[in-house]
């Protein structure tokens, strides 16, 4: 105990004697006023959920409309077949019809012939239904989502993604939510299936748990989702066919979800949820290099869609203050502006302070943020995991996240830069370069 | 002169009228009274039955079964395998009549025809771009028919057999694979119901089942015994089963008997026969290939020389060994000639170049005669191990084991004595030509095939 106390009057001393400490002390305001409240928000809506599943009796309505699914697919290949089959599998006493619509087919028939195989096997599964839409003309995954759209039959509209499987109770606990005629969307928590492969899949698949599950219900809990993840959305087919499908360019879901907000101040009841209980597992990158060229894309998509697409669009007379607000702070300050201040701040104090004084705060940095991911992470596992031993693995990553999360920061600056400079929403693998240059640009 | 049939009296227009003489029948009984010998037959009339009808008849009549047939309208119902298409213009119909006139007179008529193989012949020798069809027909047992045999052989032979006695004999060809169809083995129907049975008791009530496997303690049961409150548990260990995969999978076992609750992944599929009411097992069928058919070559030549025969048959007596035999019991002895030198062979080809045209001068039978003798004076000159085969018509191999070069010179000599006799016999005609080999004359890497090709190209 005396060493440690000796120890932190050294520190004092140490640190007493440069002015510039200031700077350090200054990334504390920053970080609190702006990242903090977000945290806060998930940390409550996590609390609030648990509450809620303590307190409230389950209620099962007695409602099990026609759904439809539609798979888009592309060079998933035999992969696909996980995707039908845990759709197949589903513990729903309805109808589910699935369309897998797969894009350039003539490119992708090993994807083809992976669901050719499955169609005598539909006819064990009652109530389940299996239409391939094979796609000639390559058109992108709108397209396919649209095709799909046209087609579907069943009241409930399932996107989903070609390399996503789903547990067993995904529909039964989705469709429970629109059970009130106010929900237009519901997307659920989406876990890495792949974690166990490279060190790049296990820190991503922390990253899923606190910001796909922890973020996700945290937001949705104030009505304010950020995305429907195009892998894995839900929506009520007469909405989104009302509001005329999904449109072309890229980050159709994030624009989809920026549509769909902008009915809030018409129709006030509109409602988007996070079902923890409709459980998805998807593939992410294995390499570090495939997880950039990913983030690349995803994060300059986000200036494409809210500095060109959504420019008028984002304004609280259209979307409510709830949701501007929120988009501000989260949409704006957290996701465009934060990167660049964060890369322009670090290197302003790399130039400007002592060398230890720098590694020094960025010690205090990394310790503030090691706590702060322990806490979200903690609070995961306690209240929100449906698989906790297995989510337990994850703790071994944590002492690396914080320089994940940096390192990812730092990229999507660089990907915003390439998206203002380069336009780099046309060099997307969603869909071919003629179909989104018909996007507004 | 036209035979016009037509149930009702109706008149053809006075182009026909001025070329031709016109008759009319009601039906065929109205013909059958005077049997007037027409140029062609033309019928009359919208209805199938009627059309199809008439032209059985004359099908199946043996002074007529042969002659041009039209219709004064082309209906899809109509037999169009017994038809010759619609009634053209007078001046073609002219010229079609001349046309099988001409061919009719360069087809020479014998007794033969009077078999229902003659008649096919003489039916295809005067439509020369005849192609007989296969007839789809669900009401036949074999589902597939052949209406135009039907008709010629008057229904008294299955037209399959029929086709394959034809096919043998080289006087049908087949020209394209239309279907393949598995028949019943008993009696050879196509009407043909499938069931899936139980393997264990062969009952045929059997259900799908769905059953799970539980990955954490390998618990495999009925899914209705997993449900529990909208989820899927296993009874056994409390796992909650997510996901299929991960959690738990579908044996492979899929359905349950009724009858002896045995579960299994497939049936067993039982084939019953809808005409014989008999069961089979699906790899007991018998596979009946439905092809279209022409007159061969062969056909032809038979339809104007008026006979079938066999000018090979006068080499009957020389018991031949197949060719693929010959060449490799040749390879065995070149083979064994190479490794023992002191064994030896040699090998004897025998060419007959103008068999056939001597079949036009002196006439088949002078030939038979003339081959049947030379063939008993050479199996009178072989020994009991010499072997013989026949790789044409016209070509004969002889196989003399333990001969060497000069028992090949004495070979020589004896059957050129009895060809000299031959040639008395054939008025000096006949063209003949011999090649030999003895083992001591063979190159190292020769082989049967390449031996026989070398000595045959050289008689040519």
């Given at each position: 105990m ?5 120890n932190w ?6 640190v007493a ?12 305001p920053?970080?609190l006023f702006?990242e903090?409240?977000?945290?806060f928000v ?5 609390l ?5 599943k303590?307190v ?9 409309p ?5 798979i888009?697919?592309?060079s998933?290949?035999?992969?696909v077949q996980?995707?039908?089959l845990s759709?197949l599998?589903?513990i729903y006493?309805?109808h589910?019809e ?10 992708n028939l090993?994807t083809y012939?992976a669901?050719?195989e499955?169609l005598?096997l ?9 239409v ?8 992108g995954?709108?397209?396919s989502?649209?095709a799909?759209?046209s087609?579907?039959?069943g009241?409930?509209?399932?996107a989903?993604?070609?390399?996503t499987?789903f547990d067993n ?11 009130n ?11 890495v299936?792949n ?8 820190l991503?698949e922390?990253?899923?748990m606190l910001?796909?599950?922890v973020?996700?219900?945290g ?5 304010a989702?950020?995305?429907v993840?195009?892998a894995f959305?839900?929506?009520?087919k007469s ?11 890229t980050?159709?879901d994030l624009?989809?979800?920026?549509r769909?907000?902008q009915y809030h101040?018409r129709?006030?009841?509109l409602k988007?949820?996070f079902?923890?209980?409709?459980v998805s ?9 495939g997880?950039?060229?990913q ?9 494409y ?5 959504h420019?008028?669009g984002i304004s609280?007379s259209?979307m409510?203050w709830n949701?501007f607000i929120f988009?501000?702070?989260y ?8 990167p660049?201040?964060i890369v322009?701040y670090?290197?302003?104090?790399a130039?400007?302070i002592?060398?230890?004084i ?6 205090l940095?990394y ?8 806490i979200q992470?903690?609070?995961y596992?306690l ?5 906790k031993?297995e989510?337990?693995?994850?703790f071994l990553m ?18 915003i830069l390439?998206?203002m400079f ?9 869909a071919p370069l003629?179909?989104l240059?018909?996007?507004k640009? | ?7 009702n009296k109706?008149d053809?227009s006075s182009s026909?009228t001025?070329?031709f003489r ?5 039906d065929?009984?109205?013909w059958?009274?005077s ?5 062609a037959?033309v019928?009359d009339?919208k209805?199938a039955?009627y059309v ?5 008849k004359i099908?199946?009549d043996?002074?007529?079964?042969g002659?041009l047939c039209?219709v ?9 395998q017994l038809?010759?298409g619609?009634l ?11 046309d099988?006139e001409?061919?009719s007179?360069s087809f020479?008529?014998?007794?033969t025809?009077?078999t229902?193989q ?5 039916y295809l020798?005067?439509?020369?771009e005849?192609?007989?069809q ?5 009401q ?7 209406s135009?045999l ?10 399959f ?6 096919a043998?004999a ?5 020209m ?6 598995r028949?019943?083995?008993?009696c050879?129907?196509?009407h043909?119901?499938f069931?899936?049975?139980c ?5 045929i009530?059997i259900?799908l089942k769905p059953?799970?496997h ?7 049961d009925?899914?209705?015994k ?11 260990c ?7 995969g ?7 076992e899929n359905?349950q ?8 992944s ?8 809808a005409?014989c009411?008999k069961?089979?097992?699906p790899?007991?069928l018998?596979i009946?290939e ?10 032809r ?5 008026g006979?079938v025969?066999d000018?090979?048959s ?6 031949f ?8 019991d040749?390879?065995?002895m ?7 030198k002191?064994?030896s062979f ?7 170049a103008?068999l056939?045209?001597?079949v036009d001068?002196?006439?088949h039978t002078r030939?038979?005669q003339?081959?049947?003798?030379f063939?008993q004076?050479?199996r ?9 085969a026949r790789?044409a ?5 002889l ?5 060497d070069?000069?028992g090949?010179a004495?070979f020589h000599k004896?059957?050129?004595n009895?060809?000299?006799q031959l040639?008395q016999?054939?008025?000096?005609k006949?063209?003949?030509?011999f090649c ?13 095939e390449?031996?026989?090709?070398r ?6």
């Amino acid at each position: 105990m005396e060493s440690v106390i000796q120890n932190w009057f050294v520190f004092r001393v140490a640190v007493a004697q440069y002015d510039e400490l200031q700077y350090v002390l200054m990334i504390i305001p920053f970080v609190l006023f702006l990242e903090l409240p977000l945290y806060f928000v998930n940390w409550i809506g996590v609390l609030r959920h648990y509450y809620r599943k303590k307190v409230d009796t389950p209620v099962a309505p007695l409602y099990f409309p026609r759904v439809t699914c539609t798979i888009t697919c592309y060079s998933e290949g035999k992969a696909v077949q996980n995707t039908v089959l845990s759709l197949l599998e589903q513990i729903y006493s309805g109808h589910i019809e699935i369309i897998a619509a797969v894009d350039g087919v003539k490119k992708n028939l090993p994807t083809y012939q992976a669901l050719k195989e499955l169609l005598p096997l539909v006819k064990n599964y009652a109530n389940r239904s299996l239409v391939i839409l094979p796609k000639v003309q390559r058109g992108g995954r709108v397209s396919s989502l649209n095709a799909g759209l046209s087609r579907a039959q069943g009241e409930i509209f399932f996107a989903l993604d070609g390399d996503t499987s789903f547990d067993n109770q995904m529909v039964s606990s989705a469709i429970a939510h629109f059970w009130n005629p106010n929900t237009v969307a519901v997307t659920g928590p989406m876990r890495v299936r792949n974690a166990t492969d490279t060190l790049a899949t296990r820190l991503q698949e922390l990253e899923y748990m606190l910001t796909m599950q922890v973020g996700k219900l945290g937001f949705t809990q104030l009505n304010a989702i950020n995305n429907v993840p195009g892998a894995f959305g839900i929506f009520r087919k007469s909405f989104v066919q009302k509001i005329g499908g999904w449109n072309t360019g890229t980050a159709e879901d994030l624009d989809m979800t920026l549509r769909i907000k902008q009915y809030h101040v018409r129709h006030p009841g509109l409602k988007f949820v996070f079902e923890p209980n409709a459980v998805s597992h998807t593939d992410v990158p294995e390499s570090f290099s495939g997880f950039l060229k990913q983030r690349l894309r995803w994060d300059g998509d986000l200036w494409y869609i809210y500095s060109t697409k959504h420019k008028s669009g984002i304004s609280a007379s259209m979307m409510g203050w709830n949701n501007f607000i929120f988009l501000l702070w989260y949409g704006v300050l957290f996701q465009i502006i934060m990167p660049f201040s964060i890369v322009i701040y670090t290197i302003y104090m790399a130039i400007t302070i002592p060398i230890h004084i720098f590694i020094l705060s960025m010690v205090l940095v990394y310790l503030f943020y090691f706590f702060l991911v322990l806490i979200q992470f903690s609070m995961y596992l306690l209240f929100l995991s449906d698989r906790k031993i297995e989510d337990c693995r994850a703790f071994l990553m944590l002492p690396i996240y914080p320089g994940f999360q940096f390192v990812a920061r730092v990229w999507s600056a660089v990907a915003i830069l390439n998206e203002m400079f380069n336009r780099g929403h046309l060099d997307s693998s969603m869909a071919p370069l003629w179909v989104l240059k018909k996007g507004k640009q | 002169m036209l035979i016009f049939f037509s149930p009702n009296k109706t008149d053809l227009s006075s182009s026909y009228t001025e070329l031709f003489r016109i008759q009319h029948c009601g039906d065929f009984s109205d013909w059958e009274k005077s049997k007037t010998i027409p140029s062609a037959f033309v019928i009359d009339s919208k209805d199938a039955q009627y059309v199809n009808t008439i032209v059985n008849k004359i099908r199946r009549d043996h002074l007529v079964f042969g002659f041009l047939c039209f219709v004064t309208e082309v209906q899809p119902s109509f037999d169009d395998q017994l038809l010759d298409g619609q009634l053209p213009e007078p001046s073609i119909l002219k010229k079609k009549i001349n046309d099988f006139e001409d061919l009719s007179q360069s087809f020479k008529n014998s007794e033969t025809y009077i078999t229902p193989q003659g008649r096919l012949i003489k039916y295809l020798w005067l439509r020369p771009e005849f192609v007989i069809q296969p007839q789809k027909d669900w009401q036949h047992s074999r589902y597939y028919r052949y209406s135009l045999l039907d008709a010629l052989s008057e229904d008294t032979v299955d037209s399959f057999v029929w086709l394959r006695k034809l096919a043998t004999a080289k006087i049908l060809e087949p020209m394209i694979l239309l279907d393949r169809q598995r028949e019943c083995s008993h009696c050879r129907s196509s009407h043909l119901s499938f069931v899936d049975t139980c393997p264990n008791c062969s009952g045929i009530d059997i259900h799908l089942k769905p059953s799970l496997h539980c990955f954490t303690c390998g618990c495999v049961d009925a899914q209705d015994k997993f449900m529990q409150t909208g989820s899927l548990i296993c009874p056994k260990c409390n796992t909650h089963l997510r996901h299929i995969g991960s959690d738990y999978d579908r044996p492979l076992e899929n359905y349950q008997c009724q009858s002896c609750s045995h579960a299994f992944s497939e049936g067993e599929v039982l084939v019953r026969c809808a005409m014989c009411e008999k069961s089979m097992n699906p790899d007991e069928l018998v596979i009946n290939e439905i092809q279209n058919w022409r007159l061969s070559d062969r056909g032809r030549v038979i339809a104007f020389r008026g006979e079938v025969f066999d000018l090979s048959s006068g080499f009957d007596q020389l018991d031949f060994i197949s060719k693929e035999l010959f060449v490799h019991d040749l390879d065995w002895m070149i083979v064994l000639t190479r490794r023992y030198k002191n064994i030896s062979f040699s090998l004897f080809g025998i060419y007959f170049a103008n068999l056939n045209e001597l079949v036009d001068e002196i006439g088949h039978t002078r030939v038979l005669q003339v081959l049947e003798s030379f063939a008993q004076r050479l199996r009178n000159l072989l020994r009991t191990p010499d072997l013989s085969a026949r790789t044409a018509e016209n070509m004969l191999w002889l196989l003399l084991p333990n001969t060497d070069k000069q028992g090949l010179a004495g070979f020589h000599k004896r059957i050129e004595n009895s060809m000299g006799q031959l040639l008395q016999e054939s008025d000096q005609k006949l063209i003949f030509r011999f090649c030999s080999i003895s083992s001591d004359q063979l190159s190292d890497k020769e082989s049967a095939e390449l031996l026989l090709a070398r000595l045959s190209g050289g008689l040519l």
